[in-house]
């Protein structure tokens, strides 16, 4: 048995037994040091632990009274701590398996990651390179508590490596997102815009009791706040942001927060299922209004770039627009024009003011010009004066 600290990892190698322990446990202490609440431990190497190494990590996080995670754990080990029941002690993560989408079909796109059918019952979502594990660990947790809820989603069971990435495996029986539906079969595009809508509407009529989920206008206003006094954003535009956001009704209505046809999968027998829930909450259902407002009217019909203008397929800003048009109508059940401006003009101060802010964590993802022009959302509906949400 060897251990080695590298960048605040103990890696671990070799075998650790009734044998050893006793040195083991002398080790180990030495290298966690003192005044740490948090030990970290990499057992790609390790080739078998017995009952009394397991003992050294129990006495291990005893010490620490912190948490303790073991990463990296094969198969074979891992079947040591869940038997023995020390992977509800510990946090032990399995070492992911090694995955290639090299000549599998990509069925659909959104902002952070891509969906590709590995056969006709599975498909994977491999998520960008900027998006960190902890994330996607989220996801799965969320997912899995919104189908408590009763909300339609797919739940992964298997999370892989994907070259310097992660994807996440479903099990989805002949799938494809709505946009990819609406690209096979274009004559037929408003019916699927009205099943999507259809669908967000059902959704929205959940009521949500449970602390997982977090109220998006909270975690809105707190990335407002975060990002007044650093100067990429004027702190005039966020104060009028934060107003804007706080005049937001409280609800406790589900809430995707990614909600746009890119992440609504419908399987050939026509069951419906959201992915990407890594950000679902709780709020007001202007929230997910934003998400198909920002695709297909403020990106897919005013121009602007946007470095996942690929999530756009292809559709053309006449497309972009009518896609817009019909879901709005489909889901305020009005052909109100009036109404269904002060909507639009409503959402889209909602979506400027929250989606600045990823010139904040994602630098580059918009141009100058769509950054000022979310700005312009923002100030242009403040100087009207702030009004009640009208749906």
Known sequence: MTLKKENNVIKLSGRVDSG??????EELIAAVGENTDKVTLDAEELEYISSA????FLKLKKRINGDVNVINVS?????????????????VKKALREFSVDGLEQIGVGGTAKVYRIDEDKIIKVFNKNVILPMIEKEGKMAKAA?????????????VKVGDGYGVIYEMLKADDIIHYILKDPENTDKYIDIFADFVKKVHTIEVDSPDFLPVKDTRLMGIKAAMGKGVIPDDVLEKAAEIVESIPDRNTFIHSDCHIGNLMMQSDGELMFIDMASCGKGH???DMGSMYLVYNFFGTNGYEFSAKDMLHGFTREQSKHIWDRFIRNYLGTDDEEFIALAQEQIGAVVGSTVILAVLHMPGVFSDEAVVALQKLVTDYYSKGIREICF
Do not use: W
């Open 20 to 25: 050893n322990a006793k040195l083991f446990e």
């Open 53 to 56: 190494g397991l003992r050294v």
């Open 75 to 91: 198969g074979e080990i891992y079947d040591i701590f869940e038997v023995t029941g020390f992977s509800s002690l510990l946090n």
């Open 147 to 159: 189908f408590v809820l009763g909300v339609p989603t797919a739940i992964s069971y298997d999370m």
């Open 285 to 287: 259902p202007i929230f």
